[in-house]
């Protein structure tokens, strides 16, 4: 099955600076990639994503690039604001035949220091 | 317009107990999913429904069960609960649409096993 590695494990950013979180998946095969952003005690929610047919995507501050070759993608956020202290997940996902199923990282602490 | 909402939002139970987690969705979505989180290890996927009257095995699927009697609910159970059990149960949806990727999670369910 899938397997998908994050790092770092925690991340600490002055606000402002930018922060840049990778991840790693096994499966070739995977053509669907999100990234959620999860507060403490709050459930997980989408903030963007990407598939296998786009290299790179932006949505204002952050940015998610893909390396199909390498079987890596990136989180970039810039500029970064104390209410982007999160834990953030990457996940990778086949189908749709496979109901898109999604295989977690194991998650960054962010934490944006004031 | 609730979304997915989960009950209960937390219990304790001795080892050997049973219960049963609800999921409820009030968007018409086809697919759900049931995910345990753990420290340091992500979300992982226990079991999935692609519709009414199906379900499927994910990752971790030991020691649960899971129904899917009418479309909107989708229930999580636990025969006999073990310690390595207690965890956060997060449900999530989403629909049946070509490109509709983005699964909406509830809130969680706080589970301890004693």
């Known amino acids: 099955g899938e397997n998908v590695e994050q790092h770092p494990s925690t991340l600490s950013v002055q606000e402002g600076d930018s922060a840049v979180i990778k991840c790693t998946y096994s499966d070739s095969a995977s053509n669907y990639f999100p990234w959620y952003k999860q507060e403490l005690g709050k459930r997980p929610q989408l903030i963007i994503d990407i598939r296998s047919n786009v290299g790179e995507k932006k949505d204002q501050r952050i940015a998610v690039t893909l390396n199909k070759t390498a079987k890596h993608f990136s989180l970039h956020i810039t500029e970064t604001q104390p209410e982007d202290s999160a834990v953030y997940f990457c996940?990778?996902?086949?189908?749709?035949?496979?109901?898109?199923?999604?295989?977690f990282g194991s998650g960054t602490q962010l934490t944006v220091l004031p | 317009n609730a979304g997915v909402t989960q009950t209960p939002k937390f219990r304790v139970l001795k080892t050997g107990q049973s219960m049963t987690l609800l999921c409820a969705q009030d968007m018409n979505h086809e697919y759900m999913y049931w995910y345990r989180q753990d420290p340091g290890m992500g979300l992982r996927l226990i079991h999935y429904?692609?519709?009414?009257?199906?379900?499927a095995k994910g990752e971790v699927p030991d020691g649960y069960n899971v129904s899917r009697l009418k479309k909107q609910n989708f229930l999580l159970g636990l025969e006999s609960a073990a310690p390595s059990q207690t965890s956060v149960y997060f449900c999530?949806?989403?629909?049946?649409?070509?490109?509709?990727?983005?699964?909406?999670f509830g809130p969680g369910t706080r589970l301890t096993v004693l």
């Open positions: 996940a990778a996902s086949r189908g749709p035949g496979s109901a898109r199923q999604l295989t």
């Open positions: 999530a949806s989403r629909p049946d649409i070509p490109g509709a990727d983005t699964q909406y």
């Open positions: 429904s692609v519709g009414e009257g199906t379900t």
